[in-house]
């Protein structure tokens, strides 16, 4: 007999992949952010989690993703639970698999005594999430899974583009990086995807193109995407920027950041780039972090008005909190 509370399983709202999120739901929890925004603008006092423990279980760096969900829970009067570096502190390092250390934290043996409530989980291996999801008695947000998917990057994303280019349809979004290692950009593009009229700029070097995969999901929807080589070339055409760094930590190939190096200019934003899409009122945004060898936004053109990636860190709150609270009071 299975030790797993099925049922309860069945009731969770997992986060593991952008197509979880629909534009029904996405304006339901923009409509909750807003409301956050605001709320922590005045410095309300906010109570709704009170009682409630997240975990943050990161085997990867972040700065972004695991402190902006713990700002959010403390913000909403829930706890955090976590640790330094989980491939290290967690007893990960004496060989525990993800799935006992999932099923302990969320009490799937006994559900009263579970260590957690929710779990925000960032894994290098692609499908780490899904893996966690199918044995975890609490939620599962994912926070990261290798190259795979960050939807709650991408729900923020959107966000900030709703906030900058005042809609989500009939847009022209160009992406321009490392677009082959790139998270990120897989859910981004699954998430505009449900959005009316949207054409996308893929702008990479070679070596860190596109996956065929994604591009195949857009045929198979008939949106339009087109792939360049540099950005110079289509920025005129662009509304929202989305710049990316080199992912070197999930590069195996030292030849694709050598290529990308040799190859740069074309895909930083430079103060010439700013230039050209003044007539356009392109906005640039980036996940963060820049990568200060790399500088892919040009620290000359970091502060102009268009160049927006610091608020769109900041959204990350209170979206975070919109979604830490759906989840919660499922
Ligand atoms: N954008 C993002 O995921 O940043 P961190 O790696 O700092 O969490």
Known sequence: MSIFPIKFKADMRHI???????????EELFKKALFFE????????????VGAIMCSLFYEESTRTRFSFEAAMHRLGGQVISTENASMFSSAAKGENLEHTIQVISGVASPAMRYADIIVLRHPEIGAAQRAARVSGVPIINAGDGA?????QALLDIYTIQKFCKRLENLSIGFVGDLAFGRIVRSLVKLLSQYKNNRFYFIAPEGLKIGQDIKEYLVKKGISFQENGNLEDVIGDIDFCYVTRVQKNHIQDQKFIEEYQNSKDKFVISKEIYELSEARGTFFGHPMPIDSREQEISPEVENLPRVIFLKQAGFGVPVRMALLEWIYKK
Do not use: T
Request: aromatic letters at 4%; a positive charge.
């Open 16 to 26: 593991l992949k952008a197509d979880d999120f629909n534009p029904k739901l996405i």
């Open 38 to 49: 605001k709320s922590l603008e005045k410095k309300k006092d906010l109570k709704s989690l």
């Open 148 to 152: 795979g998917e960050h939807p709650s």
